[in-house]
């Protein structure tokens, strides 16, 4: 089910944190990991971006516990976010990772009655957390035998995670999405059977409990599934696949509430819809369009509900929690986007330019931002998806002579140029591939002096080389075949490449022409060993940086591969790091971390700077224009349903009264014209030997003022009729009683087109 991306529009707030606060933290209050002992190398750290503190990564799932507290799976933040019932951030636990009780992507999310919050992971596998956020127990691992299970490792709106989970009372519901099945178990994860067999689910996600009955969001078949709690088929929910009324596209999760009214994310419909309980789940409404204004929803994900009868939305293309009444009625939102201006989500490539202006790769947001001394975001380049996608994976950048930003593609295979007074892209170097010219999976990038470009091509285990113009040229001839380079670095006079490798873990230097200098590195945890190590970078003084990503710390070596010094830990405190990606070290001394699976930049203020001098002629990188944004299809506007309460006494009550519901939240307009009947009854007992005349043809109108209706909620309408028109009327009729009616009634909604209904009715006086 691939679907692009949607980016959120850009805001000015800049993000400059530590500990939780604006600030700096103190390297004489920790300084983690530092080799040798006892040393530290820099004074001072902080942060841009929050990792969570309620900033929102694609979230994913949400349930509402007994006190109101509501539970967020959050896909790319790697955590479970509470928020109290009024929206404020209460805590988070979780982090990165694949061991019990460490999260990668998130599927699933559900507090038992006691409390205790279970969790479906993208490591196949479910966690149960106590109250206080401590890991209970765990079981599952990735496989078709009962226990096992295959979820999907999830990536934003393109690969959404599975594995819904429910819980009541002591039962434990779990979708084996991947396995097309539903999965129950004990609350401590023993008694496992397959309760739904594969063969009637594809891609079963979300999952709810009432009473007897078992409700399943059928993904791909495009309806909910509803069994009795043996696995017993009791029926199907939805009227197929599309957009009108009651059809869903791709529903994700379904929530009831104590009527046993059905909600449903319908996730690429981008809206709710409402069924009504038993006996026949019949549609009722829906609400939500696609955009990022309150109330429009984009990707929804997971719903919920709590005892007052609230539904709690997972809007996870706009990272936001929306709150509805069961008629549509937007109540509030929470969460905070991690695709603001200074927040991230997977940031890859750090960059230098002459100036000190710091560019950063925000991967899985499809941009770069560029920092300024101070840490606040001066300029960000890319575009939002869906849409012409500018930067589909930007992992690493690098500058050129004239400070222009060349952008690494990761998933495109390519280089794209930004101009650096413009800000916008004016080349393409590159395409996927692995013929000459091709790249594939690459994952760092380089310019030499002369402007030749370096890539890492990692997929197709090569350096490969481009004139500043986009030429190709011949590999660089080094020896990196079946040893995945992931970092380069050229010298300024260009005299030597530096090549890290992950597969072997070591850094080597090469000449011009390819021949081996230097090489150090290998496997290990102490100073001067590596694990996978990432991307490289030297420093004003010619040492060589290395973002050690599987110790989860940064090295510095010099020249040569002499060990100077490391710092980090794996942990989410200042200072400690989650595999990261990359480091660079700008003219002030200032080394920049990507710390990539807290989703947050680290900057470091050195004991010992490097000499550097900045260049203050080079003019800012430029801001450019605001990216537009994609406009889907409208969806069907506001269906009506009409009841005429009244057909007789016009004249005597001078109204028309209709009762008038809409399947979504809309206002409706309606008038009439009136006329005697062209063939009139006659009355009941004309005057012996006299024919009444035949009523004269005339108009008049009937007016109602425009009614505002909820979604699935009721109005009555009465048009009125005038005084005057009332005694036309009459006049007209006469001794007759029949009169014709055609009234026209219009219902418009938030979005889509307004629809409109005509009835032609026949009244009596």
Aim: hydrophobic share 35%; glycine share 14%; net charge positive.
């Amino acid at each position: 089910m691939p679907v692009p991306r949607l980016l959120r529009p850009l805001s000015a707030a800049v993000v400059v944190l530590a500990t939780g606060a604006v600030g700096t933290q103190s390297a004489s209050a920790a300084c983690p990991g530092a080799l040798p002992a006892g040393t530290c190398a820099y004074t001072a750290s902080s942060q841009i971006g929050e990792r969570t503190g309620g900033v929102l990564r694609f979230p994913q799932a949400v349930s509402v516990a007994a006190d109101g507290a509501v539970y967020v799976a959050d896909q790319k933040t790697h955590a479970i976010t509470v928020f109290n019932p009024d929206g404020s951030f209460r805590r988070d636990y979780g982090f990165a990772g694949s061991k019990p009780g460490q999260l990668t992507s998130v599927g699933g999310v559900a507090v038992a009655g006691d409390g205790s919050v279970f969790v479906t992971t993208g490591a196949n596998r479910v966690d149960r957390f106590a109250p206080d956020g401590s890991l209970m127990l765990s079981w599952g691992k990735t496989g078709q035998e009962v226990g096992q299970f295959v979820f999907g490792s999830g990536g934003g709106n393109d690969s959404p995670a599975g594995g819904g989970v429910a819980v009541t009372g002591d039962t434990v519901y779990v979708a084996d999405s991947r396995n097309d099945r539903i999965q129950r178990f004990a609350l401590d994860g023993s008694g496992g059977s397959v309760m739904v067999p594969p063969g009637i689910l594809q891609t079963p996600m979300g999952v709810a409990v009432r009473k007897t009955r078992v409700f399943v969001a059928d993904d791909e078949n495009h309806r909910i599934a509803v069994f009795d709690t043996g696995g017993r088929s009791l029926g199907f929910i939805g009227e197929g696949e599309g957009s009108t009324g009651g059809q869903l596209k791709n529903p994700y999760d379904v929530a009831l509430d104590a009527q046993g009214r059905v909600f449903v994310a319908d996730d690429l419909n981008h809206r709710i819809v409402r069924y009504g309980p038993l006996p026949d789940y019949s549609y009722k409404a829906r609400w939500g369009a696609y955009g990022t204004a309150p109330g429009r929803q984009a990707f929804p994900r997971g719903i919920a509900t709590d005892a007052a009868g609230l539904i709690y939305v997972t809007n996870t293309g706009n990272d936001r929690i929306d709150v509805y009444d069961n008629s549509g009625r937007l109540l509030r939102s929470m969460g905070r986007s991690g695709r603001a201006s200074g927040q991230w989500d997977t940031p890859t490539g750090v960059a230098v330019d002459p100036s000190g202006v710091r560019a950063v790769a925000d991967s899985v947001n499809g941009r770069v931002q560029f920092l300024g001394p101070d840490g606040a975001i001066v300029s960000i380049i890319g575009s939002p998806n869906p849409g012409p996608t500018i930067l589909g994976d930007p992992v690493a950048t690098a500058f050129d002579g004239n400070g222009n930003a060349y952008v690494l593609d990761q998933r495109g295979g390519k280089i794209v140029v930004f101009s650096r007074q413009n800000g916008r892209p004016f080349r393409t170097i590159g395409s996927e591939g692995t013929g000459k010219g091709k790249l594939l999976n690459p994952s760092a990038i380089a310019i030499s002096p002369g402007g030749t470009i370096y890539v890492a091509d990692t997929g197709n285990q090569r350096i490969s080389r481009f004139t500043s113009t986009g030429t190709a040229l011949s590999d660089f001839p080094s020896a990196t075949q079946g040893k995945s380079p992931r970092g380069l670095a050229i010298t300024p006079d260009g005299s030597r490449i530096y090549v890290a490798t992950a597969s072997d873990n070591r850094i080597r230097a090469y000449d011009q022409q390819g021949r081996l200098q230097v090489e150090f590195g290998g496997i290990g945890n102490k100073i001067g060993k590596l694990v996978s190590p990432a991307q490289i970078s030297l420093d004003p003084a010619g040492n060589v940086w290395v973002a050690d990503r599987g110790n989860s710390r940064v090295q510095k070596f010099g020249r040569d591969g002499e060990r100077l010094a490391a710092f980090g830990a794996r942990g989410t405190g200042p200072g400690e790091f989650l595999r990261p990606e990359s480091v660079a070290v700008d003219c002030r001394g200032t080394v920049t971390v990507s710390d990539t699976d807290n989703n947050r930049v680290q900057q470091f203020t050195l004991a010992e700077p490097p000499s550097g001098t900045c260049d203050t002629a080079l003019p800012p990188f430029a801001v450019p224009p605001t990216p537009k944004y994609p406009v889907l299809p409208a969806p069907d506007g506001p269906v009506m349903k009409i009841k005429v309460l009244r057909r007789s006494s016009l004249l005597g009550t001078r109204n028309l009264p209709l009762r008038v519901r809409c399947d979504t939240a809309c206002t409706v307009t309606a008038s009439a014209t009136v006329t005697p009947h062209a063939a009139p009854i006659r009355p009941k007992k004309p005057k012996k030997g006299k024919r009444p005349p035949t009523p004269k043809r005339v108009f008049v109108t009937l007016k109602s003022a425009p009614k505002t209706i909820t979604a699935a909620g009721t109005a009555q309408l009465r048009l009125a009729l005038g005084a005057a028109d009332a005694a036309k009327l009459r006049k007209a009729l006469g001794p007759y009683r029949a009169i014709d009616a055609e009234v026209q009634l219009t219902a418009s909604g938030d979005a889509g087109d307004p629809t409109s209904q005509v009835l032609k009715l026949r009244l009596t006086r």
